[in-house]
Structure formats: structure tokens, C-alpha cells
């Protein structure tokens, strides 16, 4: 399975922002659509990825406060990225290596979309589930051997 196949049930909605948006900006998108993650593009190009996780930290080194910082201070400006050509099984193991929750897929400098950790386990969850009622179809159709013929000890 390839990233393009949870890009395809997922769907193209994209969240960004740009490095220069206050910080408040930014988290008041993450709250008003739910999502954990907003990507951040300057001049058409992917500059960083901003999630909860560097939210908490900059609210945290803010003193409990989101104040007056940017996107800028408080992204990741060099985020994991994958093609939607990259098989799930290496991507899974790129998100659980850095602890990453969202990856942003790119095809060449363009952006195509964000997976997630979630979209991953899920897309994992429904092929196992898929090739489970195929198995048990099989099972529930195989043919039934005959007896072996068994031979008397008088012959």
C-alpha cells in the first residue's frame, strides 16, 4: 500500500500557513477546523510543519501564554516528508522513529497533502481487516478432501 492510497480516501483538503502569522493565528485554525496540524508555506514552498506539540512548547518557554510570537519561533523548519509513491510500511516506521505524528507529502516542491499517524493505523487496520474476510472466505470455501480408502489388513 502506498501513501497515494490514503491521500486518495483522504482527501485534499489542506490547512497552511505562512511563517510570519502570530502564533495566536495559528492555533485559533488548529482549534476552529480540529486538526493537530498546520503546514507552513512561504512563496509556494513547504518552509515548516506546525503541530500541537510545538504549540505546547511555545506556549510553554512563553510562560503559559501564547503572546505576540510567530509561526516562525515556534515551527519545525525541517519536517519529514514523504511522496505519495512511499510505501506505507517505510513511512510508518519514519513516524514512530521521529516520534512524528503528521508528515507532509510532497511531489517534487509541490505540496499534495498531509498524512497522519492516525491515517496510517488506519489505512493498516482496514487492509488486515480486508485480507481477514478474505482469508475466512477461503477458509469457509475449501473443498473437502475425501477420506483416504482404507485398505484391509486381509488383502
Known sequence: ?????????????????????PLSDA?????????????????????????????ILAIVKNGGQVGTSTVRAAMDDHPMTCTSE?????????????????????????????????????AVVDSQNFENKMLKAYIRDWPQEEAPAHKDADQ
Open 1 to 21: 500500500m502506498k501513501v497515494s492510497d490514503i491521500l486518495r480516501v483522504k482527501g485534499t483538503t489542506l490547512y497552511t500557513v505562512t511563517p510570519s502569522q
Open 27 to 55: 492555533v485559533d485554525i488548529m482549534s476552529s477546523k480540529d486538526i493537530g496540524s498546520l503546514v507552513v508555506m512561504d512563496h509556494g514552498d513547504l518552509v515548516g510543519m506546525l503541530t500541537f506539540r510545538e504549540v
Open 86 to 122: 512511499t510505501d506505507l510500511d517505510e513511512v510508518r516506521r519514519m513516524m514512530l522513529d521521529r516520534h512524528a505524528r503528521y508528515m507532509p507529502v510532497l511531489d517534487k516542491r509541490m505540496l499534495m497533502g498531509v498524512i497522519s499517524l492516525y491515517d496510517v493505523a488506519k
